[in-house]
């Protein structure tokens, strides 16, 4: 498993500001949250989701990749870290 933060920079109140996933040996998702400039959160899983957060349909792309793309700034972290942040998704707003 490897977990990644991605950071997407833009001005839509709509979409999410920060992307959570937990990603598979295969490269697909198995968890992901979003969290959204108002400090809402979406989460999917195998199990489910919420809001509008699905489980991508294309394997998670390397964070080199992700980071050719000006208006994302990915960062791996840590298995705690997502998990500290799935906790707060599953309790709602911030």
């Known amino acids: 498993m490897k977990y990644i933060k991605v950071l997407w920079h833009h001005d839509c109140p709509e979409d999410p500001i920060e ?32 809001a509008s957060t699905g489980l991508s349909d294309e394997r998670v792309p390397d964070i080199s990749e992700i980071a050719a793309l000006e208006e994302f700034t990915p960062n791996e972290i840590s298995a705690a870290e997502f998990e500290a942040v799935w906790q707060n998704a599953q309790r709602g707003p911030r």
């Open 19 to 50: 992307l959570y996933s937990e990603v598979g040996d295969d490269g697909w998702e198995v968890r992901k949250i979003e969290l959204y400039r108002d400090g809402r959160y979406g989460r999917a899983s195998s199990e489910g989701s919420t």
